[in-house]
C-alpha cells in the first residue's frame, strides 16, 4: 500500500533555497513554518481563514509537460505537507531595502500604498503571483479580480491599485484617469477640475519607476523540474497527534478509504483548515488527493464537461471560458451560469486551491457550487474499494442533512458531470451575499427550465435554492406546479412566487438570522429567472412573446463595474520654496520600503527570547454570572504548560484597572459581566501548545438573579445608564409649538469592529530590580506604562513601553488592549520570563469591544422653506460592561450632533447605556460619526417632507463665520460653504441630479441616490489636559539627527510629518532624520495618539524642540555660512554646546466644556469638509454600487498631500463601511457572532466608489496650527454619511414608483398614511409623521435592509412573526 513505498522526507523550495523536512508534523501550515522555523516574517497572521490575505505567498509546480504554474494561495491555510516537489515564494524572495526592490514594491511604496504595512506584504504576493501567471501583462480587471482575497483597512486601496496600474496593460498604454471624458486627454476639457495652475494631481511619478523585466525572477528550482513526478509523489508523515498521506494511485487512496473511513481528504484545505484552526477540530487522518489523475481529470464529452473532484476553481473557470468559446451559446447555458457563480467565489488565493470536490463533499448550504449542479441534474462518480463504482444524479436525495450527504465513509468522490443545456432549454444561477466580492452567499440560486418542443410551455423546471435550510434544496413543490404552465406575464409569475414563498421559508429564528430577507430573495431571483427566459423566448419567439423593457434587460445583464477612476488634487508648493524643506509636498511614508519588502517589524515579528513563553486568555462565555470554580488541572498537566495566572496572583486593587475610572478588574474575580471577558491567562512554551491548554481551563459559572442586559432597550427598560447629561441653546419645547413643521423620528446606528489588520500583539520582558519592558502595539504607550506598573505594584520608572509602529489602530489599540498587555506582564512578573501574547483574530474581535452602536429619538421643527426651528434628541449609546472612555465618546457625539448646521434651538441629551457587552471604545471620529449620521439623517427626512432637494435644505441652514455652535463655540474659521460649493461644481451635482431622476423614472428595479453633505470637525481633545505633547531631538556630532516624540505610527504618517517639520526647521535634507519607535523613557507623560490632533501637537514641539536646537547652531552657521550642517555641528560639539533638546506644546485657548454652566471652549479650531455621493441599488436584491463620491476637505495647508489624501480616501471608505456593510451580530446570550472576516465584512478593493475624486481645499492655511495645516486622521470618515443617505435616496426611489406603478405593486396598506413599516424583522418602526415619502432606514445599509426597505408584493406576503414567539439567532444591540 502506498504509506509503505511513501517517503518520510518533505522536499520543498523557499525562495530558491532547498529545505528538506524529516517527517514534519501534519499539523504545520506553511505560514507557521515560515514564520517560526524560516524566520521569514514578512508573511503575516492576519486572520488564518484565508479571509485577509495577510499571509499571501506564490506556489510554483511543474503542471503539464514543462510548464511551470505560478498562483496567489492564503499561507495559513497551506498544509506544510502539501508542499513537496514545490516551490515557495515569499515577499522576501523578492527584493530587500538592501539590494533592490521588486518592480511590484517599488510602485506600491512609492504610489503611497502602504501605510501601517501590516496588509502590504500580502498585496505584493498578489500582484506578484498575477505577473508570474501569465506571460503577457495583466490587464486592471485580472489585477482587481487578483486583489479581492486582500483586505487593507488603512488606505483605501486607490494607490494601491494606482501603483500596481502601472504594470497592466491600460497603465502602459493610457493616459489621464481612464475616462473617456478625461480632462488630461488631448480635446477634452471639463469644467470640474480646478482650472488652476496652482493645483496639481501629481503624487508620484511612474517614470521614476525600473521597467518590470520578467527574465530576471527567480527560476523554477532545476531539481523539481527535473522531477516531474515528485508533487504528486506518495508521502507518509506522522506527527503527535495527526497522520498524513499523500497518495498518486486511486487504489492507494480507497484502500486508505477503507482502512480509516474517517480520514479526511484534502485539497486545498480551505474547508478543513478552517474548521482545525478556528473551530478547533482534530482529524487524526489526513489524505491529500492532488496526485490521484482520476481525480484531476476535466474531459469535455459528447454529453458535458466531466471535472475531477481534485480540479480547482480557477482551472475549471479557465475550461468553461474556453469551452464556451467553442460551443454553441445554447448548450453552454449550465457552464455561463456557473462561471457567473463561480466570479463570486471567494478571492483568488482560494479559488487557486479549493476543488470542486471540496465544495461538493463538505455539503455546505450555502455551497455555491451546488444549487448549480442540482438544477443542471449533474452526475457524480464515486467509487469505493469494496464496491467499485456507482453513479449518483445529483437531487433532492442526494444531501441528508446539515453537511451530510449519501456517500459511505469508504466512499471517494471521483468525477462530477455537468450536461450540455439542450435546446428549449434555459439556466441562471443568481447568489447575493453581504459583500459582493470574496463573500459566502446569504441565499443562492440556480435555475432551469426546458419547454415542449416549439413551445412556451413548461415541460419541467428545476428550482434549486443554497441558505435557506440545512441543505441545498429543490422546490418540488412549486417545480410540479409550474409543468404545464405558459411562461407569459401576468399570473405566472406571481402564482410561482407565492408557491415559493409557501414552499421556501426559512423560519424564524434559523441559524444566519436575516429570515424574513432571506424568504424575499427567494422568489426575487425566480423574478429575474422569470424576466431572463421571457427575454429568450421572446426572441426565439419573436413577434409572438411579447419583449420584457429596456430596464428590465438592463437588469438580466451580469454584474459590470465600471473599472476604478481618481483623481485627487492639491495646491502646489510655492515655487520659492527650497527643493531641500519638504512641507507640503507628497513625501512617501519614512517606513514604506521596509513595508513593502517585509522588513517592518510588528511585535509578532520580534525574535524570542529564549525563556520566552506563551500566553493564551481564558475568557467568559457568560454575558452576567457568578464564577464558582476555575479549574486549570488538565491544562497544567501537560508537559509545558507553566501557570494559570488569574486574580489569585493579583490581591486588591492591583487587579484593578480602566482609563478613566478604575472599575475593570484585570482577571474577573467573583463574577463576569460580559462574554470575553478574561478570567486568566495560561502560559506555555509555545503558541500551540498554550492554544490548546486554555481549551482545558474548566470554569463552572452560576446564573445570577439578574438577567443580562445586552440592547439598549434592555439597558433603557432597566435605567441602565449613566446620569444624562445634555448641550443646549435656546428653547426648542418652545420652538417646536410655534413652528410650522415638525417631524418625530427614531434612527438606530450600528457598531463596528477595528479590524486593525494586526491582531494585538504584546511581549513583556522581565528587567532587572523588578522592572518591566513592555513591547506593545499600543496607541498609548503612557496609560500601558502606568496601569502595568499599578497591576505590578510597582513605580512607572521601572516599566518601559516600546511601540515601534502598529498595523493599524483606529481607536481600538487606544485604551481595550490593556486586557491582553496587563496580564501578559502580570505572567512575566510572576514567571520571570519573557511573555508574549498575540490574539486570534476571533478572540481579538471578542474581547477588545467595538464603536459603540447608537439609537436617537429625535424631533425637529422647520420652516415650510426647511430653515431648521429646534431640534431635540436623545442619544443612548450602548457603552458595553466598563466606563472606559464612553462618556467622552458620547460627549463627542453630542458636541457634533448638530454637524454644520445653524439651529436657535438645540437640545442634545446623552445616556450611557451600561449593558453586558464587552466595553465598547474609541474608534476613528470618536462618537462624530454617529452625531453627524444622525443629524444628516434628519435633514434627509426634512427634504423628504418638504419634497425639497435635500442640497438645498442643507445649504440654507449651513454654518457660516461668526455663527456659533449649539456649546457656543464661536466659529472663526469656517470654510464649510467654500467646501460645500466647490464640491456642488466639481461634481457637477445639479447636472448629474436630473440624470438621477430621469434614469429613476426610466427604471423600476434599479434605483440611483446621488446625495451631498457636509462635515464640521472639531479638532482637539475634549479633556483638555490631554491636549499636550513632548518631543526629544538629539544630534549626533557628525550630523545626523534622531527624533522622539510621544505619538504612536499606526500607518497615519505621523513620523512621515513629524520628519518633514523637523527637516524644514534644521534645515537638512529629511533622510537625515530618523525615528526610531515611541517610548516612554524618552517623552513621558503622553496623550494617546488619537483625536486626529498628533500632527498638531508633536508637530509643535517637534518645532520648538528645533528649533531650540537650531537657535544653538546658529552662531556656527553665521560665521561660515558655506561650512554646512556637519560641520557647524562639529563645531558646536567640540565647544560643548548641548545637541540635544526637548519641545514641548500645550493648545492654547481651550476651557473644558462644563455642562452645568453650559459654558467652554472645548475645540482649537474646525475642520470642513463635503462630499457628493451616487450609489446604485437593485431593489430586487439590495445589492448596491458607489458609482462616484467627490470630496472636498479643508486640511489648512497640506503638510504631506499624499498622507492627507490616503488619510481621506481611507477614512471615508472605512465610513463607507461603517454605513453599508460592516454589521456586527450578536447572540441574544451577549455572544459576539462575527468574529472573523468571514461573517464580518469589510470593504474589498471592489467596493470602493467607481469613480473617487479628491480635492484639498486650496488657500486654506489656518496659521494657529503648525505650518497652517490642519488634522485629517478622522474627520473624513464621517462624510461617508452621504453614502448612507444616497441610498437611502435611492430607495426612496423605488418606494414612490411602487406607489404609481409596476409590476410589483406592494398591498401599501399603511403608505397613504405616510407611516410605512419596512420591516419589523429589521425592528423599523416608523414613528416619522408627514410625507409618505419619509421613512426610517437603519445603519449599515445592508443588503438586507435595502431590499427590505424597497417594499414590493414580495415583501408584503412575508409574514413577520411576532416578537417573542421565537428565540431569535441574533439580536441588534
Ligand atoms: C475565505 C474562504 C472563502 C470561501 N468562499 C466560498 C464561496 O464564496 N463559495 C463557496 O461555495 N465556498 C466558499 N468557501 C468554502 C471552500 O473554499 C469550498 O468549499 C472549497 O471548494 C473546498 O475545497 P477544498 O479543496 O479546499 O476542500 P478541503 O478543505 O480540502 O476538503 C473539504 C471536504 O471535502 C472532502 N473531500 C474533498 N475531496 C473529496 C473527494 N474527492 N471525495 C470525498 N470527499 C472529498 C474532504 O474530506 C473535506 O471533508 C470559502 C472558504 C474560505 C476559507
Ligand atoms: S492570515 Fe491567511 S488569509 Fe488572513
Ligand atoms: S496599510 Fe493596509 S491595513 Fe494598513
Not at 692 to 720: C, F, H, L, Q
Not at 947 to 967: A, C, F, I, M, Q
Not at 1112 to 1127: E, H, I, M, S, V
Request: aromatic share 8%; hydrophobic share 40%; charged share 20%.
Amino acid at each position: 500500500m502506498a504509506a509503505v513505498e511513501a517517503t518520510s522526507e518533505l522536499v520543498f523550495y523557499v525562495n530558491g533555497n532547498r529545505i528538506a523536512v524529516q517527517n514534519p508534523d501534519p499539523e504545520w501550515t506553511l505560514l507557521s513554518y515560515l514564520r517560526n522555523k524560516l524566520r521569514l516574517v514578512g508573511s503575516k497572521l492576519g486572520c488564518g481563514e484565508g479571509g485577509c490575505g495577510t499571509c499571501t505567498v506564490m506556489l510554483s509546480v511543474l503542471s503539464s509537460g514543462d510548464t511551470v504554474r505560478h498562483y496567489a494561495a492564503n499561507a495559513c491555510l497551506v498544509l506544510l505537507s502539501s508542499l513537496h516537489g514545490k516551490a515557495v515564494t515569499t515577499v522576501e524572495g523578492l527584493g530587500s531595502c538592501k539590494t533592490r526592490l521588486h518592480p511590484v514594491q517599488e510602485r506600491i511604496a512609492k504610489a503611497h500604498g502602504s501605510q501601517c504595512g501590516f496588509c502590504t506584504p500580502g498585496f505584493v504576493m498578489s500582484a506578484y503571483a498575477l505577473l508570474r501567471s501569465q506571460p503577457q501583462p495583466p490587464t486592471m480587471e485580472q489585477l482587481e479580480d487578483a486583489l479581492v482575497g486582500n483586505l487593507c483597512r488603512c488606505t483605501g486601496y486607490r494607490p494601491i491599485l494606482e501603483g500596481l496600474k502601472t504594470l497592466t496593460v491600460e497603465g502602459q498604454t493610457q493616459t489621464g484617469c481612464g475616462r473617456a471624458d478625461c480632462c488630461k486627454l488631448e480635446g477634452n476639457s471639463s469644467d470640474e477640475l480646478p482650472a488652476d495652475l496652482e493645483m496639481t494631481d501629481v503624487l508620484f511619478n511612474p517614470a521614476d519607476f525600473a521597467p518590470y523585466d520578467a527574465t530576471q525572477e527567480l527560476i523554477f528550482p532545476p531539481e523539481l523540474k527535473l522531477n516531474p513526478g515528485m508533487s504528486s509523489q506518495a508521502l507518509h508523515f506522522t506527527g503527535p497527534r495527526v497522520t498524513f498521506f499523500q497518495v498518486n494511485e486511486l487504489q492507494s487512496l480507497l484502500r486508505i478509504k477503507l482502512l480509516h473511513p474517517d480520514a479526511k481528504l484534502v485539497v486545498g484545505n480551505t474547508e478543513i483548515g478552517v474548521d482545525v484552526r478556528l473551530k478547533g477540530q482534530l482529524y487524526p487522518t489526513i489524505v491529500s488527493v492532488c496526485g490521484v489523475e482520476e481525480l484531476e481529470n476535466l474531459e469535455l464529452q459528447s454529453d458535458g464537461l466531466l471535472v475531477g473532484a481534485a480540479v480547482t476553481i480557477t482551472t475549471l473557470q479557465d475550461k468553461l471560458k474556453e469551452i464556451m468559446n467553442q460551443l454553441p451559446e445554447s448548450q453552454t447555458r449550465v457552464f455561463s451560469a456557473m462561471l457567473e457563480m463561480l466570479r463570486w467565489f471567494a478571492g483568488k488565493q482560494i479559488r487557486n486551491v479549493a476543488s470542486i470536490g471540496g465544495n461538493i463533499m463538505t455539503c455546505s448550504p450555502i455551497s455555491d457550487l451546488n444549487p448549480v449542479l442540482l438544477a443542471a441534474g449533474a452526475t457524480l462518480t464515486l467509487c469505493s474499494r469494496n464496491n467499485g463504482v456507482r453513479k449518483v444524479v445529483l437531487d433532492q436525495h442526494f444531501f441528508k442533512g446539515y453537511r451530510k450527504c449519501a456517500v459511505a465513509v469508504d466512499e471517494v468522490l471521483l468525477t462530477v458531470m455537468i450536461p450540455f443545456t439542450k435546446p428549449g432549454e434555459y439556466f441562471a444561477a443568481y447568489k447575493q451575499s453581504r459583500r459582493r466580492d470574496d463573500d459566502i452567499a446569504i441565499v443562492n440560486a440556480a435555475m432551469r427550465v426546458n419547454f415542449q418542443p416549439n413551445s412556451t410551455v413548461v415541460k419541467s423546471s428545476y428550482l434549486a435554492f443554497g441558505g435557506v435550510a440545512a441543505t441545498t434544496i429543490l422546490a418540488t413543490n412549486t417545480m410540479k406546479n409550474l409543468q404545464g404552465q405558459e411562461w407569459k406575464s401576468g399570473g405566472m409569475p406571481d402564482q410561482v412566487i407565492s408557491s415559493l414563498l409557501k414552499e421556501v421559508t426559512v423560519n424564524p429564528g434559523a441559524p444566519g438570522g436575516m429570515t424574513s430577507y432571506r424568504n424575499a430573495l427567494v422568489p426575487s431571483f425566480f423574478f429575474k429567472f422569470y424576466l431572463h427566459v421571457r427575454h429568450q423566448l421572446s426572441i426565439e419567439f419573436a413577434g409572438s412573446v411579447e419583449p420584457i423593457q429596456p430596464d428590465e434587460q438592463e437588469l438580466l445583464q451580469p454584474y459590470t463595474k465600471p473599472h476604478h477612476r481618481a483623481m485627487h488634487f492639491y495646491q502646489k508648493v510655492s515655487s520659492q520654496q527650497e527643493l531641500i524643506d519638504p512641507v507640503g509636498r507628497p513625501v512617501p511614508h519614512v517606513s514604506c520600503l521596509q513595508q513593502v519588502t517585509g522588513e517592518a517589524v510588528y511585535i509578532d515579528d520580534l525574535p524570542r527570547y529564549e525563556d520566552e513563553l506563551f500566553g493564551t486568555l481564558v475568557v467568559s462565555t457568560k454575558a452576567k454570572a457568578k464564577i464558582v470554580s476555575i479549574d486549570a488541572t488538565e491544562a497544567l498537566a501537560l508537559q509545558g504548560v507553566h501557570r494559570f495566572v488569574t486574580a489569585q496572583d493579583l490581591p486588591g486593587d492591583r487587579n484593578k484597572m480602566g482609563p478613566m475610572f478604575q472599575d475593570e478588574e484585570v482577571f474577573a474575580r467573583n463574577e463576569v459581566v460580559c462574554v470575553g471577558q478574561v478570567i486568566g491567562l495560561i502560559v506555555a512554551d509555545d503558541r500551540k501548545l498554550s492554544f490548546r491548554a486554555a481549551t482545558m481551563v474548566k470554569i463552572e459559572y452560576t446564573e445570577t438573579n439578574e438577567k443580562p442586559i445586552i440592547t439598549i432597550e434592555d439597558a433603557i427598560a432597566a435605567k441602565s445608564y449613566s446620569e444624562p447629561r445634555s448641550i443646549w441653546r435656546g428653547d426648542a419645547t418652545a420652538a417646536h409649538v410655534r413652528a410650522d413643521h415638525t417631524l418625530n423620528g427614531e434612527f438606530r446606528m450600528g457598531g463596528q469592529e477595528h479590524f486593525y489588520l494586526e491582531p494585538n500583539a504584546h511581549l513583556a520582558v522581565p528587567k532587572e530590580c523588578g522592572g518591566m519592558e513592555v513591547f506593545s502595539c499600543t496607541q498609548n504607550p503612557t496609560d500601558a506604562q502606568f496601569a502595568i506598573a499599578s497591576a505590578l505594584g510597582i513605580p512607572a520608572n521601572r516599566v518601559l513601553i516600546r511601540t515601534k509602529r502598529i498595523g493599524g489602530g483606529f481607536g481600538g489599540k487606544e485604551t481595550r488592549p490593556a486586557t491582553v498587555y496587563v496580564p501578559a506582564a502580570v505572567a512575566a512578573f510572576i514567571t520571570g520570563r519573557s511573555v508574549r501574547v498575540v490574539l486570534e483574530r476571533p478572540q481579538d474581535m471578542m474581547v477588545t469591544g467595538t464603536r459603540h452602536p447608537f439609537l436617537a429619538r429625535w424631533k425637529a421643527s422647520f420652516t415650510v422653506d426647511g430653515d431648521l426651528e429646534a431640534i431635540e434628541m436623545n442619544l443612548y449609546s450602548n457603552a458595553g460592561c466598563y466606563t472606559d472612555l464612553s462618556p467622552i465618546i458620547l460627549d463627542r457625539a453630542m458636541f457634533t450632533s448638530c454637524n454644520a448646521y445653524r439651529c436657535r434651538n438645540f437640545r442634545v441629551t446623552g445616556y450611557c447605556c451600561w449593558t453586558n457587552l464587552p466595553s465598547n471604545t474609541a474608534f476613528r471620529g470618536f462618537g462624530a460619526p454617529q452625531g453627524i449620521l444622525i443629524m444628516e439623517d434628519i435633514m434627509a427626512s426634512i427634504a423628504s417632507y418638504l419634497n425639497k432637494d435635500p442640497v438645498e435644505v442643507r445649504e440654507r441652514n449651513l454654518n457660516r463665520v461668526g455663527d456659533s455652535t449649539h456649546y457656543g463655540q464661536v466659529l472663526e474659521n469656517c470654510t464649510v460653504r467654500r467646501c460645500w460649493e466647490q464640491v456642488l461644481q466639481q461634481s457637477r451635482y445639479q447636472h448629474r441630479r436630473e440624470q438621477v431622476l430621469r434614469y429613476n423614472q426610466t427604471h423600476q428595479y434599479r434605483k440611483r441616490g446621488i446625495v451631498a453633505t457636509p462635515s464640521q470637525y472639531g479638532l482637539s481633545f475634549t479633556s483638555k489636559f490631554l491636549n499636550q505633547a513632548g518631543a526629544l531631538v538629539l544630534i549626533y556630532s557628525e550630523g545626523s539627527v534622531l527624533l522622539s516624540h510621544g505619538g504612536v505610527e499606526m500607518g497615519q504618517g505621523l513620523h512621515t510629518k513629524m520628519i518633514q517639520v523637523a527637516a524644514r526647521v534644521l534645515e537638512i535634507p529629511h533622510d537625515m532624520i530618523h525615528i526610531e519607535e515611541t517610548a516612554t523613557d524618552k517623552v513621558p507623560n503622553t496623550s494617546a495618539t488619537a483625536s486626529s490632533v498628533s500632527s498638531d501637537i508633536y508637530g509643535e514641539a517637534v518645532l520648538r524642540a528645533c528649533a531650540t536646537l537650531k537657535e544653538r547652531l546658529a552662531p556656527y552657521q553665521a560665521k561660515d555660512p558655506a561650512a554646512g550642517w556637519n560641520t557647524w555641528v562639529k563645531q558646536a560639539y567640540f565647544d560643548r554646546v548641548q545637541l540635544s533638546a526637548t519641545g514641548f506644546y500645550a493648545t492654547p485657548g481651550l476651557v473644558t466644556f462644563d455642562f452645568k454652566t453650559q459654558q467652554g471652549r472645548p475645540f482649537h479650531y474646525f475642520s470642513y469638509g463635503a462630499a457628493v455621493t451616487e450609489v446604485e441599488i437593485d431593489c430586487l436584491t439590495g445589492d448596491h454600487t458607489v458609482l462616484r463620491t467627490d470630496i472636498v476637505m479643508d486640511v489648512g495647508d497640506s503638510l504631506n498631500p499624499a498622507i492627507d489624501i490616503g488619510q481621506i480616501e481611507g477614512g471615508f471608505l472605512q465610513g463607507q463601511g461603517l454605513v453599508t456593510l460592516e454589521e456586527l451580530r450578536y447572540t441574544p446570550e451577549g455572544e459576539l457572532i462575527t468574529k472573523g472576516p468571514g461573517t464580518y465584512k469589510l470593504p474589498g478593493v471592489s467596493d470602493i466608489p467607481c469613480e473617487f475624486n479628491v480635492t484639498l481645499l486650496r488657500d486654506a492655511g489656518w496659521p494657529k496650527v503648525v505650518y497652517s495645516s490642519k488634522a485629517i486622521g478622522e474627520p473624513p470618515l464621517v462624510l461617508a454619511a452621504s453614502v448612507f443617505l444616497a441610498i437611502k435616496a435611492a430607495i426612496e426611489a423605488a418606494r414612490t414608483n411602487v406607489q404609481t406603478q409596476g409590476n410589483l405593486k406592494p398591498k401599501l396598506a399603511s403608505w397613504d398614511k405616510g407611516c410605512l413599516n419596512t420591516h419589523r424583522d429589521l425592528k423599523c418602526e416608523d414613528k416619522t409623521a408627514g410625507s409618505g415619502r419619509c421613512f426610517r432606514l437603519d445603519s449599515p445599509a445592508t443588503a438586507e435592509r435595502i431590499r427590505m426597505a424597497c417594499v414590493d408584493h414580495i415583501t408584503d406576503q412575508i409574514e413577520t412573526p411576532e416578537p417573542g414567539s421565537f428565540r431569535p439567532w441574533d439580536v441588534t444591540v
